[in-house]
């Protein structure tokens, strides 16, 4: 008994010590004064109308939103295709194929930053847009890969067998029979794709072009000049979105489960 007391006490100080800065954060964007400091003055949300008025801060938000997106799209499509050819097929060098979608989260990102740089150095290829795309594409393509997997693999054949021996050619099973039951993977994969390209600064450092700024290299940007309040405003904002997109990938998730078992409660047997 007493070591499992020794271990919860443990685990809530991991807990404590992991989130307290965050924690602190959220709370400093709502302070009245000037400078952070314990206790509060007074609550206040000029920090947040101050950095909605800054054309920097909204230009680096919309270059993050936009970005995630863009990558969003490009890595759940790419991410499906390659799951449903992984699962559902055989074919020569399909675990060289696996090692190597895998591998970005094996790599180290500075390592494959630098990398990719240097290759496209080589190809006398600038700094721009597209490099920053093509690079958080690469970074997120895995994670919907497993996720996609990990739902494909629970998909018995006989569905979309059953709608091919009814006529439906591979194009109308897809759409008709897959696509439905693996659509709570493909939205949790698109969100967590979003949330890994708007949160990233490490290899964002390294692919963007010159007077380009997303919402973490802007972060970066104005805390080696000084820390200012609205660097509290604009850090809220940043955990409000990479903490609650998960969550909604999650809630989209069960949201579509449910909604699948309830519209053909006979899978559910099966």
Known sequence: MRAWTLIRFYTVFVYIFMFAPIAVVLILAFNKAEFASFP???FSLRWFERLFNDPTIMRAFRTSLTLGLMVSAISTTLGVMASIALVRYEFRGKDLMTTFLISPVLVPETVMAVGLLIFLRYLHMPRSFGLLLLGHSILALPFVVLVVQARLVG???EYEEAARSLGANPLQTFFSVTLPLLLPAVFAGALFAFTISFDNITATLFWRPSGMETVPTQIFG???????????????VMISVTAGVPLLAGGLARYFGRKNRARHPTRSLT
């Open 40 to 42: 509060m003055t007074g």
């Open 155 to 157: 998909i018995k054949r």
């Open 222 to 236: 104005m805390l080696r000049n000084s820390i200012s309040p609205e660097i509290n405003a604009l850090g809220f």
